[in-house]
């Protein structure tokens, strides 16, 4: 299992930026996709971008360009660089890991306990 640990959210102005962090710890070396969601109020949780053991990434259409996502091997690290930021960006960040055991018959989905990102003037 793996556990997630993101930091990072807070309170910005339109326009300006933020960057999460996800420290990761436990089966790290089981990770093939690691990646951040967000929810906002009475909304269901989506991708927002996610990043594979290879270095794939995948964006949502609505944070291209804007928002990057990277990672530090060494430090079992993953961020989430968040610029030109809009009150739609508004929500709870969770970072989610998925991992596959048991030579990948066993798929297993870790979330991090969430940060609060406001868009607001």
């Known amino acids: 299992q793996v556990q997630l640990v993101e930091s990072g959210g807070g309170l910005v102005q339109p326009g300006g930026s933020l960057s999460l962090s996800c420290a990761t710890s436990?089966?790290?070396?089981?990770?093939?996709?690691i990646g951040w969601y967000r929810q906002a109020p009475g909304e269901r949780r989506d991708l927002v971008a996610e990043?594979?053991?290879?270095?794939?990434?995948n964006y949502a259409d609505s944070v291209k360009g804007r928002f990057t996502i990277s990672r530090d091997n060494a430090k079992n690290t993953i961020y989430l660089q968040m610029n030109n930021l809009k009150p739609e960006d508004t929500a709870v960040y969770y970072c989610?890991?998925?991992?596959?055991?048991?030579?990948?018959?066993?798929?297993?989905?870790?979330w991090g306990q969430g940060t609060q990102v406001t868009v607001s003037s």
């Open positions: 989610k890991a998925t991992s596959f055991y048991n030579g990948g018959r066993t798929r297993v989905n870790d």
């Open positions: 990043i594979t053991s290879g270095g794939s990434t």
């Open positions: 436990g089966s790290t070396s089981s990770i093939s996709i």
